[in-house]
């Protein structure tokens, strides 16, 4: 079978899907990823062809644009920068590849140009989530559905639009409710106990489970890591994730909450020029590291609330104190909370005796101790991969 993969956003929304070629390569199929020009060399590292339908210098966001700090407006930026602009060529790529024979495209829900192709050529397009915020913004009860302020029609609309009237296509409303969804698959990559189906979700939505992506991205210093780990307590993890270039708050308050709880630190970012310049001897630093080699060694993770960071959080059976920025993460953090596996403290509200305070809870809380055992299990004897690629080959 041919499979095209079409994916836009941070690191952390190509990464699954790295995992999930590896697994359908291996199986036989033909696979190709497209994205924006930045995901290339990962995915040329897999072999595998890789077609551009965004260059990478349109994410490379202006500090200085406020929506990127607004969460009620980061969507909107998003269209501008990232979404409208990759719609038509990724439409364009759809079209010519099923010129050539069948092929399925699976595509993340916010692909827009998928979605036109699904609807103009008949191309079998499996919309996928990488958490549930976009299928829950139906249910008014949700946080989700927030998601239709934010970036409803008068956000998406006049580009799809547009566009469609270049189709031949009437305009489009309710988007985020019903019209960005495939009306033939929908695949979710979270398990149920994550976030239980809501009966307004389409009904061709099938959910598989995390699937994590575990190899290294950068050279690590394993053993400087390895000794660090061993020489003292377990360490709190702190990330800002691929995605948010200023982070100097985050981590300069993450080393003062540290001091005063007297514990050791690990600080991940890819911007070093993040952290205070300095850090004590009790503070490590690195570009990256898979989550799955440190996590199980460590007393707490502190993150942004990225899916991929929860889900690796939730399989180490580690506290999560998350500090949601934009998107999907608020709905994750409150996900999160809702399975008694951690807390959340607003951006803004991320100060040194909060987030001291917060964490002395969750780390001294028998009741996150038990509900991060419970899930812990409960993702051990689970295999998504296997499930996530059975049902993409039930889709050919």
Same mark, same amino acid.
């Given at each position: 079978?041919?499979?095209?993969?079409?994916?836009?956003?941070?690191?952390?929304?190509?990464?699954?899907?790295?995992?999930?070629?590896?697994?359908?390569?291996?199986?036989?199929?033909?696979?190709?990823?497209?994205?924006?020009?930045?995901?290339?060399?990962?995915?040329?590292?897999?072999?595998?062809?890789?077609?551009?339908?965004?260059?990478?210098?349109?994410?490379?966001?202006?500090?200085?644009?406020?929506?990127?700090?607004?969460?009620?407006?980061?969507?909107?930026?998003?269209?501008?920068?990232?979404?409208?602009?990759?719609?038509?060529?990724?439409?364009?790529?759809?079209?010519?590849?099923?010129?050539?024979?069948?092929?399925?495209?699976?595509?993340?829900?916010?692909?827009?140009?998928?979605?036109?192709?699904?609807?103009?050529?008949?191309?079998?397009?499996?919309?996928?989530?990488?958490?549930?915020?976009?299928?829950?913004?139906?249910?008014?009860?949700?946080?989700?559905?927030?998601?239709?302020?934010?970036?409803?029609?008068?956000?998406?609309?006049?580009?799809?639009?547009?566009?469609?009237?270049?189709?031949?296509?009437?305009?489009?409303?309710?988007?985020?409710?019903?019209?960005?969804?495939?009306?033939?698959?929908?695949?979710?990559?979270?398990?149920?106990?994550?976030?239980?189906?809501?009966?307004?979700?389409?009904?061709?939505?099938?959910?598989?489970?995390?699937?994590?992506?575990?190899?290294?991205?950068?050279?690590?210093?394993?053993?400087?890591?390895?000794?660090?780990?061993?020489?003292?307590?377990?360490?709190?993890?702190?990330?800002?994730?691929?995605?948010?270039?200023?982070?100097?708050?985050?981590?300069?308050?993450?080393?003062?909450?540290?001091?005063?709880?007297?514990?050791?630190?690990?600080?991940?970012?890819?911007?070093?020029?993040?952290?205070?310049?300095?850090?004590?001897?009790?503070?490590?630093?690195?570009?990256?590291?898979?989550?799955?080699?440190? &996590?199980?060694?460590?007393?707490?993770?502190?993150?942004?609330?990225?899916?991929?960071?929860?889900?690796?959080?939730?399989?180490?059976?580690?506290?999560?104190?998350?500090?949601?920025?934009?998107?999907?993460?608020?709905?994750?953090?409150?996900?999160?909370?809702? &399975?008694?596996?951690?807390?959340?403290?607003?951006?803004?509200?991320?100060?040194?005796?909060?987030?001291?305070?917060?964490?002395?809870?969750?780390?001294?809380?028998?009741?996150?101790?038990?509900?991060?055992?419970?899930?812990?299990?409960?993702?051990?004897?689970?295999?998504?991969?296997?499930?996530?690629?059975?049902?993409?080959?039930?889709?050919?």
């Amino acid at each position: 079978m041919r499979f095209l993969i079409v994916t836009l956003g941070s690191l952390g929304d190509l990464l699954p899907f790295l995992t999930i070629t590896k697994k359908l390569l291996a199986r036989g199929h033909e696979v190709s990823i497209a994205g924006s020009s930045n995901f290339e060399p990962l995915v040329r590292g897999l072999d595998v062809e890789f077609i551009c339908v965004l260059a990478s210098d349109r994410i490379q966001r202006p500090t200085e644009d406020a929506r990127l700090w607004d969460a009620s407006r980061i969507w909107a930026l998003g269209m501008e920068h990232v979404l409208a602009p990759a719609m038509r060529p990724t439409y364009e790529l759809i079209r010519d590849r099923t010129r050539h024979g069948p092929c399925v495209v699976l595509a993340r829900w916010a692909v827009f140009g998928a979605r036109l192709a699904a609807e103009t050529l008949g191309t079998p397009v499996c919309s996928v989530y990488m958490s549930a915020e976009a299928l829950n913004v139906c249910d008014p009860t949700s946080s989700a559905s927030r998601l239709r302020g934010i970036c409803g029609d008068d956000v998406f609309g006049p580009a799809i639009n547009a566009y469609r009237r270049e189709l031949g296509l009437r305009p489009v409303k309710q988007i985020c409710e019903s019209w960005l969804h495939s009306p033939e698959h929908g695949l979710g990559l979270f398990p149920d106990w994550f976030c239980n189906r809501r009966p307004c979700w389409p009904a061709q939505v099938t959910t598989t489970g995390f699937v994590t992506y575990d190899e290294d991205l950068t050279s690590a210093p394993a053993e400087k890591l390895e000794a660090f780990l061993a020489a003292g307590d377990r360490p709190i993890v702190f990330t800002s994730g691929t995605g948010m270039p200023r982070a100097n708050d985050f981590f300069r308050v993450s080393l003062a909450a540290c001091a005063s709880l007297g514990a050791r630190a690990i600080f991940l970012t890819l911007h070093q020029a993040q952290l205070p310049p300095h850090l004590p001897p009790w503070a490590f630093h690195a570009n990256y590291i898979p989550m799955r080699d440190v &996590l199980a060694r460590t007393s707490a993770l502190v993150h942004i609330g990225g899916i991929g960071t929860c889900a690796q959080a939730i399989r180490a059976g580690v506290p999560q104190l998350l500090v949601p920025t934009a998107v999907d993460q608020f709905d994750n953090a409150l996900q999160i909370e809702a &399975l008694g596996l951690g807390a959340q403290v607003p951006m803004k509200e991320y100060e040194e005796k909060i987030v001291t305070a917060k964490l002395t809870e969750l780390l001294s809380a028998e009741s996150v101790r038990r509900a991060c055992s419970l899930y812990a299990s409960r993702f051990a004897v689970e295999n998504p991969l296997e499930k996530t690629c059975d049902f993409i080959e039930s889709l050919g």
